[in-house]
């Protein structure tokens, strides 16, 4: 009966408004929007604290000046945490940030458990989590981020489809083990390939996001299979090195490099166009930065305790390839975001 009677009240005020708003129109006067000042005044002096992974690199700074452009506009503050790699720093900054009271905290996870109980303890003290791109074991509020499971789909097929005719030999080259990331993507890999028998997978090694690990890991595959024909990346920093390693072994071109990113110009589509990546799926920074500011300005002016809803943002995946590599708009620019 409350909610109704509370949608009732609700809907008086409106009808109200709509009745001054109409009569002071008919007399050609301006007036007020009557939900300015509670947006504003809900907004004005809150807190975000953002704990990337680490900061120095495309994803966080793309996040970080997304998150700035569009809440410090409205009147609030965003706070950096850098635990640059480092899980037990992050954790640490986490709780620092807990006792600070702000009002949602957005994490980048670098694993499924390292934050779970710190996310329940947050949102248990009154503290919205917005989780970016790579999950917790623990759910929050919200998260916004790749659909990892249709990325290793899509860049499966995209690898079997050019093996075709070749040896059907592959590699695959993972982040961190422990990451959902990793575990995510890779069945959307084996969801591929459970229809592709024909096709052998040579080397399925974790480079734990590291472009010399990568490297290091794809020279040794093609010192030991010449003949490969396509490799799957997990991430385009980090296969980066993969495709070092393929150029250095004359296969560029010869090896069908498969990977995903945040779409930055130089992380993607310059790789592509070069030929260093045959395919990389962006997730495109921008647009999750933008719709985890939009999920936070909603969050923020009530009406929804922290933790009770469990909602998910996937963001819309692009394909980046040689004919779309140059086009105006498929990647942004790092440079443009600091």
């Not at 659909?147 to 592959?170: L, T």
């Amino acid at each position: 009966m409350r909610i109704f009677q509370k949608l009732s009240t609700a809907a008086a005020v409106v009808t109200l408004g709509l009745c001054a708003a109409t009569s002071a129109m008919a007399q050609g006067k301006g007036l007020d929007e009557p939900f300015r000042d509670g947006y504003k005044k809900a907004l004005a002096g809150k807190t975000v604290g953002f704990i990337p992974v680490a900061f120095g690199f495309d994803l966080a700074i793309g996040w970080h000046a997304g998150l700035k452009k569009e809440l410090e506009a409205a009147g609030m503050k965003v706070v950096v945490r850098d635990p640059n790699w480092n899980t037990n720093a992050g954790a640490q900054a986490f709780t620092a940030l807990i006792a600070e009271k702000p009002a949602v905290i957005v994490i980048h996870n670098p694993d499924v458990q390292t934050y779970a109980k710190l996310i329940k303890k947050a949102e248990d003290e009154g503290i919205y989590v917005v989780q970016i791109n790579m999950r917790s074991a623990q759910p929050s509020t919200a998260f916004v981020g790749a659909d990892w499971v249709d990325i290793g789909e899509r860049n499966a097929d995209a690898v079997v489809q050019a093996c075709k005719g070749k040896s059907n030999k592959i590699a695959i080259v993972q982040g961190a083990p422990t990451a959902a990331t990793s575990a995510y993507t890779l069945k959307g890999v084996e969801n591929v390939l459970a229809k592709h028998p024909e096709i052998k997978v040579v080397s399925n090694q974790a480079a734990d996001w590291d472009a010399a690990k990568a490297k290091a890991l794809t020279q040794t595959v093609l010192k030991q299979n010449p003949d490969l024909c396509g490799i799957i990346g997990f991430w385009d920093g980090m296969d980066i090195g993969t495709a070092a390693a393929v150029k250095e072994a004359g296969l560029t071109g010869k090896v069908y490099l498969a990977t995903s990113g945040g779409g930055e110009q130089k992380g993607a589509c310059d790789m592509v166009k070069s030929g260093a990546f045959d395919l990389d799926i962006s997730y495109d920074v921008p647009t999750q930065a933008s719709n985890m500011a939009a999920m936070i300005k909603w969050l923020v002016q009530g009406g929804v305790k922290p933790g009770a809803a469990k909602q998910n943002i996937y963001t819309t995946l692009i394909p980046i390839t040689k004919q779309n590599a140059s086009a105006e708009g498929t990647c942004w620019k790092l440079a443009a975001s600091k």
